[in-house]
């Protein structure tokens, strides 16, 4: 009897067969010119070289990846810079797009009542400083005289799989609503119930998700329509109200998305956190036979993963140290870190299936430390791709990535840290160790 192959090596067959197939090469380069002559660095090993994790100085990751991965030597920094330009940034994108679409075949994933639950919020990062990105993606005033080069990120994340489904990065003053419209373009699951913040709870956007059969939970303000002002204030738990007119910016929204708008109806739920705060959220999951009102206060906390996952991206793959100045590169890094995010998500998954049943005997449930984890990736990802017996180095990563798990103490909450602009990573002031 054939083994059923498991996800992990499912997923690293798929990536191993696209980096090397002509048909990716032919879509995600620059020009028909570029990869044609033999060269040291090929289409495959810039690829490669570029999911290593480069956090260190990009010289010492060059000379370390070649010396580890290939006969190749003495391939420089300026060789690297050069190659990466014939480069474009959709082949990540692809990437991701492939083991996303994978990832939702087996139907081996979790829902809530058949909804798969996901998160749209955006984050600014901070970038380079350089002429071209403030040029391209704007800026942000400082107290200071310089500018400091940022950009408008956005992603879409699945709450319960821990899968980032679709993630954006444009200019520093694009609304997030914009982003998020793109998001829903590849929300092409049965049932997808979306929970945003109160930045996300204009009416137009409610009444564009109703139109694309996406269900919502929306947190509002308390300055919003006076329909909602007055749930505020009241002795309601739960109220269904129509929407029969818009303000001018809501019509004018969506007289550019050529869209017509009808009357529609949302359902008002109101939520009192633990601290005593009352909360009021929108949805459009209309039936309170079916959707209590005593679901929508853990339902909205779900949303508190991807802010948990934002401090992954920024604090442990670091997706603000970028690798070069220009435009292209930026775009390179932070698609390739979307990546990463995920691809680390599907062996933490597999690993921590084996950590529950290790301890299963244990005070607290156990979860796997995801800064170590990434760290265990580096080299041993690539290794992984590149040898065709792969599932010896699979079991090995995963052994590492059980080692020092977090306990899960229930209840906990932690208040969310803002800071102000300051230069986090220098170009050419990367570590070498």
């Known amino acids: ?54 956090k260190k100085s990009l010289q010492k990751e060059l000379t370390e990846f070649f010396l580890n991965f290939s006969s190749e030597k003495n391939i420089t920094n300026s060789a690297f810079c050069q190659s990466r330009m014939k480069l474009s940034h959709t082949a990540f994108i692809e990437l991701n797009d492939g083991i996303i679409k994978e990832f939702y075949t087996d139907n081996v994933f979790d829902l809530w009542n058949r909804f798969r639950l996901l998160a749209i919020d955006g984050s600014r990062l901070q970038l380079p400083l350089s002429l071209e990105l403030i040029e391209n993606f704007g800026f942000a005033e400082n107290q200071g005289a310089v500018p400091v080069p940022m950009a408008q990120a956005s992603y879409c994340y699945d709450l319960l799989n821990n899968m980032i489904i679709n993630s954006e990065i444009d200019r520093y003053e694009t609304s997030e609503y914009n982003l998020a419209l ?84 949302i359902r008002l739920v109101k939520v009192i956190l633990d601290n005593g705060e009352i909360e009021v959220l929108a949805t459009s999951l209309l039936d309170e036979n079916k959707y209590s009102n005593k679901e929508f206060k ?98 090995d990563l995963k052994e590492l990535f059980k080692i020092n798990p977090s306990p899960i103490r229930k209840g906990r909450s932690f208040p969310r840290v803002f800071h102000q602009f300051r230069k986090k990573f220098y170009i050419k002031k990367k570590r070498v160790v």
């Not at 990869?35 to 690829?47: A, H």
């Not at 435009?327 to 921590?352: K, Y």
Request: aromatic share 14%; charged share 35%; with cysteine.
């Open 1 to 54: 009897m054939k083994r059923k192959k498991k996800k992990s090596e499912r997923f690293i067959n798929y990536i191993r067969n696209k980096i090397y197939s002509k048909q990716f090469l032919e879509s995600n380069r620059k020009s028909d010119k570029d990869f044609t002559r033999k060269r040291k660095l090929t289409f495959p090993k810039i690829i490669l070289f570029m999911l290593n994790s480069i």
């Open 182 to 265: 793109k998001h829903l373009q590849k929300c092409q699951f049965e049932k997808d119930l979306l929970i945003y913040d109160r930045y996300y709870d204009r009416m137009w956007f409610m009444f564009y998700h109703i139109l694309k059969q996406k269900d919502f939970i929306i947190r509002m303000a308390r300055n919003s329509i006076t329909e909602v002002q007055n749930f505020f204030s009241s002795e309601d738990e739960s109220k269904l109200i129509e929407i029969t007119k818009l303000h001018h910016d809501s019509k004018e929204q969506l007289r550019k998305l050529g869209l017509e708008f009808n009357p529609f109806k």
């Open 298 to 395: 853990e339902l909205y906390g779900k949303r508190w993963g991807i802010e948990t996952n934002f401090d992954h991206l920024k604090n442990h793959l670091m997706i603000e140290d970028f690798t070069g100045l220009s435009s292209l590169s930026v775009l390179q890094d932070f698609f390739v870190s979307m990546f990463m995010a995920n691809m680390q998500q599907i062996f933490i998954s597999e690993a921590q299936d084996e950590l529950k049943d290790q301890k299963k005997d244990t005070e607290y449930e156990y979860k796997i430390n995801k800064n170590l984890s990434f760290g265990f990736m580096k080299d041993r990802f690539i290794k992984i791709l590149l040898d065709k017996n792969a599932d010896r180095n699979i079991k």
